[in-house]
């Protein structure tokens, strides 16, 4: 994998002629030797390998156990500490169940040792009773047996009465005795169940365990590893020039050139959530579902062309599952504009570029509450209007500067108060003649001009934009200019999943608080288009 990226020019640094050589053998274990041209800088070439090849892999756990039968999802300590519960639990029901099997034995190997000693008794008894159920009823009456015992000295074969034999039962029954005693300690210690289970795990260990392969370490025993030292990596064969990074409703990201990729038919890649300038080594940060900032670099991102429109953002940006990209930022030093993240529960939060360029990969932007998500994320300038749109209907505008700015460990403000069961879909910024699209539960549509609403203070519930007929609730919104808007619209086997090509956005404006209307495809997503 490192060689082949090498090859692609895709690790800035490597010597693609030398590339890594696997060093591995028994005595040393796994080494792997990368050659670096000169003046590479190693630890942001080290950086860039961890984030693209297999070097560092992140990987999910499932920690969904049955807590008093209810299935609870626990951390690692509560995890063994439950493990540990389930073992006790183990030991304790099996030496009950086994000490119950002991004492039943016990019982019958006692009455079988009483037949033996009064054999001649046990004899005459049985000649002279009249049929089995007399003799056992006899035996019980004058040996002071249960039934159990008297039924197994019937059933007992005469072989019995061999001293090898009487031998044998006494063996046995001062083995059950040792056995019974052992059990009842252990079911009275709570310190003898504990060491059992340790014992237990040490033994299941020396069978099937292996030895470990890997160490573990201090994290003051590494060097701290800067990732934005890839951008003064030395690599100057990469020239540094101005380029186009954008963002399709397919969540594929792509690279051009500032005088635009080579023109072709629109796709379904080719409708627009973002597109920002930077250059082919400045960072891209990715604003996450969970609030998080992912980063990759301009240059590792594909170039689009006729073939190509990009790279899918999961694989670009190395998004967790269930992680999905909202839109990207290229911060620079003279970025004016503000990011604005909105939460499904009406929290906003805004921030400078600084602040954004300072996250660390995979660090958050917002520190969000249990149940909360982010549902949008734009920029805006300081002066402009955002736009919040609910999935009960209800839009509020306001003034982006009633909005402090705030550094990225903060919760950020209330934006927008929710009815009972209402969650943010969408928003954006107004900057001139934008207008709202959204898109009901029941596939209908609707266009109203942002001029329809007035800016409020934050923190209100807005007006309604749509009346529902059949409609529940609001599925999608778009904020922005009509002009070369594109729609991904529902396929005709499946109107879940995008047609191939896109359509124009024809639906004529119409004023807040009337019905949507029925369109000849589901609208999925709009956007402006790539050309």
């Given amino acids: 994998r490192i060689n082949d990226l090498a090859g692609a020019g895709k690790l800035p640094g490597v010597d693609e002629r030398e590339g890594a050589k696997n060093l591995s053998d028994k005595t040393s274990g796994l080494r792997i030797q990368i050659d670096l041209r000169p003046g590479a800088n190693s630890q942001a070439v080290l950086a860039n390998l961890y984030r693209q090849t297999p070097l560092e892999e992140t990987f999910g756990i499932n920690n969904v156990v049955l807590v008093n039968g209810v299935p609870t999802t626990i951390g690692l300590w509560e995890l063994c500490h439950h493990y540990v519960e389930h073992r006790l639990e183990v030991i304790v029901r099996r030496t009950e169940y086994r000490l119950r ?52 000295i019937l059933d007992m074969p005469l072989r019995r009465l061999t001293a090898l034999e009487v031998q044998k039962l006494e ?51 590494f060097a701290a590893i800067d990732l934005n030292a890839f951008e003064q990596s030395g690599d100057d064969d990469i020239p540094d020039t101005p380029c186009v990074i954008t963002m399709s409703t397919s969540n594929v990201i792509g690279r051009a050139p500032t005088e635009g990729a080579k023109r072709a038919t629109p796709g379904r890649h080719d ?18 579902t969970t609030g998080k900032a992912r980063m990759a670099h301009a240059m590792e991102l594909n170039e689009v062309g006729a073939r190509s429109r990009g790279t899918e953002s999961r694989k670009a940006f190395g998004t967790d599952k269930g992680e999905d990209v909202l839109t990207i930022v290229a911060p620079s030093t003279d970025m004016v504009e503000k990011l604005v993240i909105v939460t499904t529960n009406g929290v906003v939060k805004r921030l400078n570029a600084a602040e954004i360029a300072g996250t660390r990969a995979g660090m958050h ?61 969408g928003g954006g910024v107004i900057l001139g003649d934008e207008s709202i699209l959204t898109v009901t539960d029941r596939a209908t549509a609707k266009v109203t001009p942002a001029s329809e609403f007035e800016s409020k203070g934050r923190g209100g519930v807005g007006v309604r934009i749509t009346r529902f007929t ?15 808007l594109l729609a991904s619209v529902g396929s005709d086997d499946d109107p879940t999943k995008p047609a191939p090509d896109p359509v124009p956005v024809e639906l004529e404006e119409t004023k807040r608080d009337l019905v949507s209307t029925k369109t000849d495809f589901p609208i999925l997503a709009v956007g402006p288009a790539r050309w």
């Fill in 470 to 484: 059949d409609e529940r609730a609001l599925r999608y919104a778009y904020v922005g200019a009509l002009e070369g």
């Fill in 271 to 288: 409708i627009l959530v973002a597109s920002r300038l930077g250059t082919t080594r400045s960072p891209v940060f990715a604003v996450t």
């Fill in 101 to 152: 099997k002991w004492e039943a034995r016990l019982h019958i190997v006692a009455g079988m040792l009483i037949a033996l000693d009064n054999i001649e008794r046990v004899i005459a008894i049985i000649r002279g009773s009249k049929d089995g159920p007399t003799a056992e009823q006899a035996l019980m009456d004058e040996l002071d047996l249960s039934q159990v015992q008297a039924k197994h």
């Fill in 365 to 425: 932007l917002i520190k969000l509450k249990p149940q909360d998500s982010v549902a949008t994320a734009f920029t805006a300038p300081d002066g402009a209007d955002i736009v919040l749109v609910a999935s009960d209907g209800q839009v509020l505008r306001t003034a982006v500067d009633s909005v402090s700015e705030q550094g990225r460990n903060a919760s950020g403000v209330a934006g927008m108060k929710l009815r009972d069961g209402a969650t943010v879909i």
């Fill in 171 to 221: 063996d046995e029954a001062e083995d059950l005795e040792s056995k019974i005693t052992d059990a009842q300690k252990l079911l009275a210690s709570e310190k003898r169940q504990r060491t059992l289970v340790l014992n237990e795990l040490k033994a299941a260990v020396d069978e099937h365990g292996v030895e470990r392969r890997t160490e573990i370490r201090d994290e003051d025993e």
